[in-house]
């Protein structure tokens, strides 16, 4: 069964800085794209950043780009984004997910990421 289990969300203040983990189970993680994805409130679902199986790819969306880092340790098996300069913009549920061709149909429980003074 595939398991992806997120962790590191947090309240920060503006400007700050958190680091989100997501540790899988289940599948070949080493094998997969993955990718970070967000919902802020009443909002739909947001493709953050993605990376390919050997992590020679990386994409941010441009609302995140120059501040957020996604990267991949496959011997742990787990997908970080390090997010820096945080706004309140950027409070949302973080989920990480296997991605598919543009499809995620695997992902986590997610992670509450909460910006604000």
């Known amino acids: 069964e595939v398991q992806l289990v997120e962790s590191g969300g947090d309240l920060v203040q503006p400007g700050g800085s958190l680091r989100l983990s997501c540790t899988a189970s289940?599948?070949?993680?080493?094998?997969?794209?993955m990718a970070w994805l967000r919902q802020a409130p009443g909002k739909g679902l947001e493709w953050v950043s993605g990376?390919?199986?050997?992590?020679?790819?990386?994409k941010y969306a441009d609302s995140v780009k120059g501040r957020f880092t996604i990267s991949r340790d496959d011997a742990k098996r787990t997908l970080y984004l390090q997010m820096n300069s945080l706004k309140p913009e950027d409070t949302a549920v973080y989920y990480c997910?296997?991605?598919?061709?543009?499809?995620?149909?695997?992902r986590g429980q997610g992670t509450q990421v909460t910006v604000s003074s």
């Open positions: 990376i390919t199986s050997t992590g020679n790819v990386i």
């Open positions: 289940g599948f070949i993680f080493s094998l997969y794209n």
């Open positions: 997910a296997i991605s598919r061709g543009g499809s995620y149909p695997n």
